[in-house]
């Protein structure tokens, strides 16, 4: 597709195409551009079928043409008729002009336009001034007409890692109420890009700062000031634990369902009676149900459900592994290998858990390379070659017996130091 000769057919019918909101927004940024939206004026709804038959219609609410997997939709005003996200009516017509279309928008560095055919910057709300000097503002007080852009404003701080200014902090807790109209799937929507960012703590950070978090994230806001032994938690809260073990994960995996995993690993903190502190015994088991009511709230898949569960009961117990027995370390092994999370899973989560915030040892913790060694090497094929036997009850403990006897004879023939470092040359 030639977006120049599609906006040389628009400026023909007396119209303008402009590139506009987050690309403009990541071009003076510097970041790469994912998605181009644009916008056209002096053009209505009939006359751009009629230029471009090909164009698909998407939207419900307004008409969003769509040629090549490229959105044009032309320049609106909203005018808010009740609570919730999609209670607009929504005007369109050809004298809506591309600085009325970006006074709807709901910051100002996405209220940026580009005209596709001169190169000329339209920023009548300066914008370029704000991405300069990394501050996220509302364009507009008609900023508190849609409780999304709370959600999304967060976002956007995790990703551009701008400050929101203290107006804009307001109107977001203005919102609060109204935050309960959103649908699951949309708060999903905005966690889930948060956590595809470098550093999604600022995302939670942002809620916390506008006093909303306990919305949708009651079990992330309960571990506010929710005190940890100093020794082994100088970052202080549970909170700030948890902050620094998600950010931590970021460096570890791309697997967005780990990064969950490593949000949700201490959620059993927030039950703990305060005259327990510094102490949480049991909020590994605790943490479990916590998991799930927090997944099924905002709508997180079943799959990153599973991961966060076995996260929350198991990560203790990958953080001990090397002070195990030799038959607790196969159990443990075992049973963690047959989970949807697996091995690999949680020891994203126990390196981002113990190494976040504490100078702990990679070699005092790192049981995945041994736990896959041991399995795949005392097998089922193993066990059958060795005292030839079908599978059944008997089967099923000779398998443990010989893990076992695997494992000691390995922690015998090497030193912790060096056990991972011998299977990564194997």
């Known amino acids: ?22 690309a403009i927004r990541d071009e003076i940024i510097g970041r790469k551009i994912y998605d181009k939206d644009y916008c056209v004026t002096g053009i209505s709804e009939n006359e751009f079928k009629e230029m471009f038959p090909e164009a698909k219609i998407q939207g419900k609410h307004f008409p969003i043409f769509c040629i090549d997997s490229v ?111 959103l649908s699951k799937e949309r708060v999903f929507c905005e966690l889930e890009k948060a956590l595809q960012t470098e550093e999604p703590s600022l995302f939670f950070n942002a809620l916390r700062k506008a006093d909303v978090l306990d919305v949708h994230f009651k079990e992330i806001n309960n571990l506010i000031g929710v005190e ?86 198991e990560h203790m117990k990958g953080g001990i592994f090397f002070n195990m027995t030799n038959a607790k370390k196969v159990q443990f092994i075992e049973r963690i290998s047959k989970t949807k999370l697996g091995l690999e899973g949680l020891q994203v989560v126990v390196i981002a858990d113990k190494c976040s915030t504490r100078n702990t040892k990679l070699e005092d913790i790192e049981f995945e390379n041994i736990g896959k060694n041991c399995i795949s090497t005392i097998n089922g094929k193993y066990i059958k070659q060795k005292y030839n036997i079908d599978e059944g009850e008997n089967f099923a403990r000779k398998l443990h017996q ?18 991972n470092n011998y299977l990564n040359k194997i």
């Open 402 to 419: 010989e893990r076992v006897k695997w494992m000691s004879n390995f922690f015998n023939n090497n030193s912790r130091k060096n056990c």
């Open 1 to 22: 597709m030639d977006i120049i000769s599609i906006a040389k057919k628009i400026e023909k019918k007396g119209g303008r195409l402009y590139l506009v909101g987050g």
């Open 71 to 181: 959105e044009f939709a032309l320049a609106r005003k909203e005018i808010k008729t009740g609570l919730g996200h999609k209670e607009f009516r929504i005007e369109t017509n050809k004298n809506i002009t591309i600085q009325e279309d970006l006074l709807r928008r709901d910051i100002t560095i996405n209220s940026i336009a580009k005209d596709v055919l001169t190169n000329e910057i339209i920023d009548p709300f300066n914008g370029i001034q704000d991405i300069k000097n990394k501050i996220i503002r509302k364009t507009s007080i008609a900023f508190k007409e849609d409780p999304l852009r709370v959600y999304r404003v967060a976002r956007i701080s995790a990703s551009t890692k701008f400050s929101i200014e203290k107006e804009t902090l307001e109107l977001m807790h203005i919102l609060k109420e109204e935050l309960k109209t």
């Open 228 to 313: 940890q032994a100093k020794e082994y938690h100088p970052e202080g809260d549970a909170y700030n634990h948890t902050m620094k073990v998600l950010d931590k994960s970021t460096e570890l995996t791309n697997d967005l369902a780990v990064r969950f995993a490593c949000l949700v690993h201490d959620l059993g903190k927030g039950l703990t009676p305060k005259s327990m502190y510094p102490h949480h015994y049991g909020h590994d088991e605790k943490g479990v149900e916590l998991v799930g009511q927090l997944g099924n709230r905002i709508g997180v898949p079943k799959k990153w459900i599973a991961y966060g569960k076995v996260s929350a009961k």
